[in-house]
């Protein structure tokens, strides 16, 4: 392991920190030490990463960002702030993420060198765009009742958590497009809808890395709509994982989830639909269908059900099944040469989940980036 906890104790030293954040980061260290001792592979992975990114303790995350209708302050800042430490301290401390979760998550609680706080006031219509390219970071957005926008990011390189605190009667596009260029890209997003609030999920992905997405329904009436499509190949390896969480009563939801592989790519699907004690009248669905082009590439689809509660509505379906070669002969027979045939049949198969992307511009920025990366 190329990283200890002296190297937790500089990095929060170098960052003047207080000494509760510094019992944060050694807390999350000691859970990712429980997941290396289980894990030796992963050691070499995130050592390589941290040796890679942060090797300088105060190198910053490499992220280009343009935005509208958001306040931005960083943790740090407010953390001098006599007003407002206490609040950014609450903060922080009451996120969803947990180090428990994943090995990634500990790894960047652990390791973080930036968090950033977004605000958006009641009513604001917001616009925000970012691209990761490096380093190991963390966001927290806060969007009050009535706000309505479009999130978008890229990620290329980096370690990043994003979490947003959706409330009453906010309604949200938001987009991942996933170009990670090895397998320690990872972005986990954790959204918690309010009462009312509508939020609108996509991924595409078309690299390697690992992508969570939680959508969490804690309020009345939350809905939250999960479209994620991937066309992986050469030897990319690729993660998703995908939850939707009903917490609040009369909630809705769906995770469809749909992509092709080819070449050597392996892809892994890890659907979870999960409904608490509280989350009577819940209505959701998962589904999860992977086609491989060719038999040398892999995929997996895990979907699972977590129901706390009698009433509810929730099912799943998925599929990992070779391209259809009767199809394919009969399309051929039709004039269509094997190229042409093969695209035929993998537009079919993606267009119900493409149809499912409510935002024009987005569904056209998606079918874009789809049909470049078929070529």
């Known amino acids: 392991m190329q990283f200890t906890r002296k190297d937790v104790e500089l990095l929060s030293q170098s960052l003047n920190e207080p000494e509760w954040l510094l019992e944060e980061r050694l807390y999350a260290f000691s859970i ?11 050691a070499e992975k995130f050592g390589t990463y941290y040796t890679k990114v942060n090797r300088q303790l105060s190198k910053k995350s490499s992220n280009v960002e343009k935005s509208s209708g958001l306040g931005r302050m960083t943790l740090h800042d407010l953390l001098f702030n006599a007003l407002r430490g206490e609040f950014a301290k609450e903060a922080f401390l009451s996120k969803e993420f947990k180090p428990e979760k994943s090995p990634e998550i500990a790894f960047i609680l652990a390791f973080f060198t930036e968090c950033s706080f977004y605000f958006a006031e009641a009513g604001q219509p917001c616009d925000f765009r970012s691209e990761v390219v490096g380093g190991i970071s963390l966001d927290l957005f806060f969007l009050e009742a009535n706000c309505t926008g479009k999130i978008v990011r890229t990620l290329k390189d980096g370690m990043k958590l994003e979490e947003y605190s959706y409330s009453s009667n906010t309604n949200f596009e938001s987009l991942i497009v996933n170009n990670g260029d090895h397998d320690t890209a990872f972005l986990s997003s954790a959204n918690l809808i309010g009462e009312n609030a509508l939020v609108n999920t996509y991924s595409a992905s078309f690299g390697s890395g690992k992508i969570e997405t939680l959508n969490k329904l804690t309020g009345h009436n939350a809905q939250a709509y999960d479209v994620e499509l991937f066309v992986e190949a050469d030897n990319n390896k690729m993660n998703l994982n995908s939850v939707l969480q009903h917490s609040g009563t009369a909630t809705k939801g769906n995770i469809c989830v749909k992509g092709i592989a080819r070449d050597s790519a392996s892809v892994k699907l890890d659907g979870m639909i999960k409904v608490d004690k509280d989350g ?35 099912r799943h379906s998925a ?34 989940a493409v149809e499912k992307i409510k935002d024009e511009k987005m569904k056209e920025e998606i079918l874009e980036l789809v049909g470049k990366h078929q070529q």
Do not use: T
Not at 32 to 42: G, N, Q, T
Not at 330 to 341: F, M
């Open 319 to 352: 599929s990992v099944a070779q391209i259809d070669e009767e199809k394919l002969f009969y399309a051929e027979s039709r004039g269509l040469n094997s190229d042409q045939a093969k695209q035929m049949l993998v537009d079919g198969f993606l267009n119900s």
């Open 280 to 314: 009577g009248g819940a209505e959701s669905f998962l589904d999860q269908h992977v086609m491989l082009m060719n038999p040398g590439c892999h995929a997996e689809a895990n979907p699972e059900l977590e129901i706390e509660n009698n009433n509810v509505m929730s």
């Open 32 to 42: 990712l030490e429980e997941f290396l001792a289980k894990d030796s592979s992963l």
